[in-house]
């Protein structure tokens, strides 16, 4: 085996590696979001297909939720603006599920004086931010 194989194996061997640790990395990070799901919403479904909800929902018509990504099932909008919302945070779910996370996004619900969370990330509470503004020049 010349120098140039030799190198091919071992980025070869390093990339496998990386896979299966990013492949473990997710189950685990996966069973922790579900663990918290279970814990702190009990009986509450999350699911991971628009389909297995409301057919017949026409404000959840179009959504879709991205790998990595269940929503609970009393979340699913009932109107324009609750359909803004979870479009919006299904696409902030999206960018963290595509880094390796399991986002579970959860009902809005809060104690007095409590924001609500919007998510279980990896096993934690979670509250999606929108900045927003204009430069001034």
């Known amino acids: 085996m010349n120098e140039a194989d030799s190198q091919k194996a071992e980025d070869e061997r390093l990339k496998c590696e990386k896979d299966a640790k990013e492949t473990w990395q997710l189950e685990e990070n996966a069973k922790k979001a579900q663990k918290a799901a279970e814990k702190l919403f009990p009986g509450e479904k ?15 018509e179009g959504i879709v939720i991205p790998q990595n990504v ?3 099932q009393s979340r699913m909008p009932i109107n324009t603006s ?31 004086k409590e924001r609500p ?21």
């Open 46 to 60: 999350f699911v991971s297909d628009i389909a297995e909800v409301q057919p017949d929902n026409k404000f959840a």
């Open 70 to 72: 269940k929503v609970a």
């Open 82 to 112: 609750q359909q803004d919302i979870l479009r919006k945070e299904l696409r902030q779910a999206e960018t963290l599920a595509k880094l390796g996370s399991s986002v579970y996004l959860t009902l809005e619900r809060a104690g007095y």
């Open 117 to 137: 969370k919007d998510a279980i990330v990896n096993g934690e509470l979670f509250e999606f931010r929108n900045i927003t503004g204009t430069v001034k020049k």
